[in-house]
């Protein structure tokens, strides 16, 4: 009898659940529709893209359209580009210093700061940094998280645990919240006490998607996985955002949860750039229709081949409030074009993290990040972990264990594999890795920079 009362319960709540998720999304198409469907707009426009076959020629031809839009745009609002050549490839390459410092000549003369948008982030340096967004950036923001919500499994409407830092300045009221069907879940001090509590509460929830920072999601599988806990939530989608991660990591995840898991590539002054789509690869489908990413040469400004490994610096077509064109994002990735299904898709491989905790072997040359995040995780007994470069042949890792780590000789020998026989690695023992103001975690730091 226990049984099939639990039973009707849970049929029950999955109903009640469905039926909130689709009243949720009528009002958000009502609220759209009376401001003159701003989002669904951007919507079928994304959605068109994504279905047109491309060849090589038209897909350039589509690109060049949405840049001079936005170049001619930029040229005759903002005051940095006036005496400036509308040539694409002859524009200054921006930093976040270079926007900071110069935030009035960045603002199109259409627009108040008041009437637009303040984002603010930190990023990895601390250093507050603000962009001002219009409201068809906004917009176009929208639609671009419902579609690659939709292509990670997480559709508008459905119950959402929010994997990130909350505090005074972003926490949602607690009607918004409900509206949004958001719930927010704090990643700092993620101890096991935490995660088995944390474990047993989504266990009572019928459906559940995760969106959150990587080293969050990595440390909750890792402890299900030390601690053997019962995981009994049905997730619908697990996407990651933030930081990077490997492979491995994924894999782990998805094995822990029973769902795939998708990394996304964004950040808070643009939005979603790219994001994966697929187990069975690391390539980031890039969000053609609202961005131009090139990479470009790690001492140059200068554009260099698919495949290889450098700045990723990108051009946002929609913000005219402050146009962001050919920003270097701080990061490092590569980018190919691949023909699939008859049409033309650029998609970004090795998203391992900052240029300025870019790793180096022993002889000298730039090693990808997941190689040092998927070495680790054969080593399940550490609790958290930080792999740093102090010098050419001088490597270290800050190791977090529950009890001694017996295997210091193997991580060692493992690593000299992918660093070089002659890397000297040391180990230092500490009780916690901080985090950043961000709440994220650094797992790879280069201190010869």
């Known amino acids: 009898m226990k049984v099939l009362i639990s039973r009707s319960i849970v049929r029950c709540n999955h109903l009640t659940e469905r039926t909130s998720t689709m009243f949720r999304r009528y009002i958000f198409k009502l609220v759209d529709f009376l401001k003159g469907s701003p989002v669904s707009k951007n919507l079928a ?7 047109n076959s491309f060849d090589l020629n038209g897909f350039t031809a589509f690109q060049e359209e949405r840049l001079n ?5 930029t040229k005759r609002n903002v005051s940095f580009y006036e005496n400036l050549p509308i040539v694409f490839l002859k524009l200054p390459v921006l930093s976040k210093l270079d926007l900071r410092n110069n935030l009035s000549e960045f603002i199109s003369k ?7 948008k303040e984002v603010v982030t930190s990023g990895s340096t601390g250093l507050p940094f603000k ?3 219009s409201k068809e950036k906004v917009h176009r923001n929208t639609a671009d998280t419902i579609v690659f919500g939709e292509m990670g499994g997480l559709f508008l409407g459905n119950k959402l645990a929010y994997f990130k830092i909350w505090n005074n300045i972003n926490e949602k009221s607690w009607w918004l919240k409900r509206v949004q069907n958001i719930l927010p879940v704090d990643v700092l001090n993620l101890s096991d006490l935490r995660i088995k509590k944390l474990i047993g509460e989504m266990n009572k929830e019928s459906n559940l998607n995760f969106l959150g920072y990587s080293s969050a999601l990595e440390s909750i599988s890792a402890c299900v996985k030390r601690h053997n806990l019962h995981v009994d939530v049905r997730l619908d989608s697990i996407i990651t955002m933030s930081e990077g991660i490997g492979i491995e990591g994924r894999k782990n995840i998805q094995a822990t949860f029973n769902c795939p898991v998708y990394a996304r590539y964004s950040n808070v002054e643009n939005g979603i750039i790219a994001q994966q789509t697929s187990m069975e690869s690391d390539r980031y489908l890039i969000n053609s229709a609202s961005y131009y990413v090139e990479i470009l040469d790690l001492n140059e400004d200068t554009p260099i081949a698919d495949g290889i490994i450098g700045r990723i610096v990108i051009t946002d077509f929609f913000n005219k409030g402050m146009p962001i064109i050919r920003y270097d994002t701080g990061d490092m990735g590569s980018k190919i074009t691949l023909e699939e ?3 033309i898709k650029e998609y970004l491989l090795d998203v391992g993290g900052r240029r300025m905790d870019a790793i180096y072997n022993t002889k000298g040359d730039l090693i990808s990040s997941f190689v040092i995040t998927n070495g680790t995780w ?5 609790l958290q972990y930080q792999f740093f470069q102090k010098g050419l042949k001088e490597y270290g890792f800050k190791l977090s264990v529950e009890t001694n780590f017996e295997r210091e000789e193997a991580l060692i020998d493992e690593f000299k594999v ?10 230092e023992y500490v009780n916690e890795i901080p985090v950043l103001a961000s709440g994220k975690r650094r797992k790879v730091v280069n201190l010869m920079n």
């Open 69 to 73: 839009k936005i170049l001619r745009y």
């Open 418 to 427: 992918y660093l070089g026989k002659d890397a000297l690695i040391s180990i």
């Open 131 to 133: 962009v001002y967004q």
């Open 45 to 51: 426009d994304i959605r068109a893209i994504s279905r």
């Open 341 to 343: 299904e008859g049409s």
């Open 378 to 382: 054969n080593y399940a007994e550490l």
């Open 110 to 116: 259409e627009y108040v700061i008041g009437q637009l």
